[in-house]
């Protein structure tokens, strides 16, 4: 790693002589044994060997840096495993693992074969779930600590939550219920004024203005430091105070949410300040009610290029730790494409407007955020709501264009039924992530949209292989007066061809000849080469199809390709018109087999025709974080596997 100046670290400065502590330690409970001034130098430690790996690996880096003391606080109060910490989403987890065991394991973070980026029980038995999507905690943990009450266990369950998560329905459902069955849970919720992007809404508002209580906290804290000085006067005093205190808080802020849901509300604290967490926690960890504690942290803390940006250094691939400087690529990504083609679109037709589940950056909809305002809708973490709130644009006049990664759109099946295709509602759903996702892991592969929507009626679904297959695709969806799902990849965009450019034919994809992929080779001489292959694959695997093309040129095969534009509705009498010629067609898909169209074609095609067919599709089980290529790898679906697949049909 290259030498990080201390401007750019602040605070984060070590010299040869001072004790190195992190690696020391193998469990939470050696925290316990540290002094005041050594926890100061571990936090310093665990920044830096988080941004040593994440500027080397990629992840999540600002939302890591901002939790360090609360991480240490939470530990050096609570006793994992018989105490539980549950982390929501748990892209905050990196402290966490470091001090649970798996320092000498962290350089391999994100890697193929190496410890995951998010909570894993598999990892850690402090870890108590595999979790990747937002605003799950509350209600895992409610489940966790009601099971352990029903078998006498009497552990304490902590649910870590950030602001940006709150936007969740699913996490009002859950606090309704905790205040409900008036279990001891413990929810501390990490106020970062951040999700992925800025957070927006009523209720960033409405934290923002619990933390703005600062005559409250003036008064708390004397109150705190008098009733320290008392003696023990037992549980019941005790009660008496925290409820003193929560009656002193209604005179400055009349309602609080949390209170009025059947907490206790303690903060807002100072979520740097590990010796007052440390303090506080000590204190709500002897309360036997529901109890929220409120902190506030700094996401990028420690790091000024994460302080002054925490939305890019939120997941970042590979930096330079020096200056934080993230390197650039020539090439265009589907994601930046969509991005150009949205924006031009939006200038020529006004009806069009722009959604997003707190994933503007992500989704390419920040320039569009930028010039059309009034019609750009982010409506945090809350992809249920997302889905809804276009049917009633749809139903308005507008043409909603929802932009969503394909594993986040898993949560919104029954909205996609209930208030898009029952409705018959023209919408455009933009699944970016589609297939085989890099780095994030099980959480986040995009393999399982093409079997949950291709049954839903009244909703097109459309795969297109380039920008400007992907332009023709979208203004196809313009033009609809039903649903349609747009699915690409998180990859680069293939040099474009001819052929991505003829119109779009509802249900019918591009045929691309081999011998205009294998350019080294003319069309005369391509056509000689024997056992001629047809490959159909969906728009996202074409990288590897066309290597693999070139491969079995190689070796005097020719192969042509056949590229599902449409995976529904899908013209299947003019795919069998040519399809029929080729004795062997090798289907290759970025979604599942079950439920998927190659499935279905592979059938459809052994029932009518005498050729060999073989499929290659991910199998139904979850695939581990590593790079693109070696998730498809994992999944027998790289261009080697492809080639060999082709070579053994003939």
């Not at 539980?84 to 973070?109: E, M």
């Not at 995951?116 to 937002?134: A, L």
């Amino acid at each position: 790693m290259c030498q990080i100046d201390r401007v750019i670290l602040r605070g984060l400065f070590f010299t040869g002589s001072e004790k190195k502590l992190l690696s020391n330690i193998k469990s939470p409970e050696d925290l316990k044994k540290l002094s005041q001034k050594e926890l100061s130098h571990l936090a310093a430690e665990i920044r830096h060997k988080i941004i040593d790996v994440v500027g080397n690996n990629g992840g999540h880096l600002a939302s890591n840096l901002g939790v360090v003391e609360l991480t240490i606080a939470l530990h050096r109060v609570f006793s994992t495993p018989q105490d539980a910490i549950v982390w929501d989403v748990s892209h905050q987890c990196y402290p966490h693992k470091l001090l649970t065991g798996r320092f000498n394991k962290f350089s391999t973070l994100r890697q193929h074969g190496g410890i995951s980026g998010f909570t894993n029980f598999n990892e850690s038995e402090h870890d108590f779930f595999i979790s990747g999507h937002s605003s799950t905690s509350i209600s895992a943990a409610l489940g966790l600590l009601t099971a352990w009450e029903l078998e006498g266990k009497n552990g304490k369950v902590v649910a870590v939550i950030g602001d940006g998560a709150l936007t969740g329905g699913m996490a009002f459902e859950a606090l309704s219920h905790a205040g409900q069955l008036c279990k001891n849970l413990i929810v501390v919720v990490n106020d970062n004024q951040m999700s992925i992007d800025h957070n927006t809404g009523a209720l960033s508002r409405y934290l923002s203005r619990l933390t703005m209580s600062f005559q409250y906290q003036s008064i708390r804290r004397k109150i705190d430091r008098a009733i320290d000085r008392l003696p023990t006067l037992g549980k019941h005093l005790e009660k008496f105070v925290f409820r003193f205190k929560r009656s002193l808080k209604g005179l400055f802020l009349t309602n609080n949410l949390f209170t009025d849901l059947g907490f206790e509300y303690v903060g807002p604290l100072n979520g740097h300040n590990e010796q007052s967490l440390e303090q506080v926690l000590r204190k709500v960890k002897r309360l036997r009610r529901p109890v929220v504690v409120h902190v506030v942290t700094k996401k990028g803390k420690g790091y000024s290029p994460a302080e002054d940006k925490p939305e890019l250094f939120h997941g970042i691939g590979p930096f330079q730790t020096s200056d934080g400087t993230v390197e650039k690529f020539d090439t265009l990504s589907f994601t930046e494409a969509f991005s150009q083609i949205i924006l031009e679109a939006g200038s020529k037709n006004p009806k069009i407007a722009a959604i997003t589940a707190a994933m503007a950056k992500g989704t390419g909809l920040s320039a569009f955020s930028h010039k059309y305002p009034q019609r750009f809708f982010d409506v945090g973490i809350a992809e249920e709501h997302a889905v809804t709130f276009a049917g009633g644009l749809a139903a308005g006049g507008m043409i909603p264009v929802v932009c969503i990664y394909s594993t986040f759109m898993q949560r919104s099946v029954d909205q996609l039924i209930h208030d898009i295709s029952l409705q018959n509602a023209h919408a455009i759903f933009m699944l970016d992530r589609a297939g085989a996702v890099p780095g994030d892991g099980v959480t986040h592969q995009g393999i399982f949209d093409i079997a949950l929507f291709r049954p839903v009626p009244n909703v097109q679904l459309l795969s297109p292989c380039s920008a400007a297959d992907l332009k023709l695709c979208f203004e196809y969806a313009l033009e609809q007066k039903n649903a349609v799902i747009i699915r690409y990849p998180k990859l680069s965009c293939p040099t474009e061809m001819e052929e991505f450019s003829v119109p779009v034919e509802q249900g019918r994809g591009i045929f691309v000849q081999g011998s205009n992929i294998v350019l080294d080779v003319s069309e005369n001489d391509f056509a000689s080469l024997p056992k001629k292959v047809l490959i159909v694959c969906t728009g996202g695997m074409f990288a590897e199809v066309k290597t693999s093309v070139r491969a079995l040129s190689l070796e005097g095969i020719a192969a042509d390709v056949y590229i599902t534009r449409f995976i529904k509705p899908f013209d299947e009498e003019y795919f069998a018109s040519f399809a029929s010629k080729y004795a062997a067609i090798v289907f290759v898909e970025d979604g599942v087999r079950t439920g998927g169209i190659c499935e279905s074609l592979s059938l459809l095609f052994k029932e009518r025709f005498s050729a060999k067919t073989v499929v290659l599709a991910f199998e139904d089980r979850f695939y581990e974080q590593g790079t693109r290529q070696q998730v498809l790898e994992d999944a027998g679906l790289s261009s080697a596997d492809i080639t060999e697949a082709a070579k053994k049909l003939i």
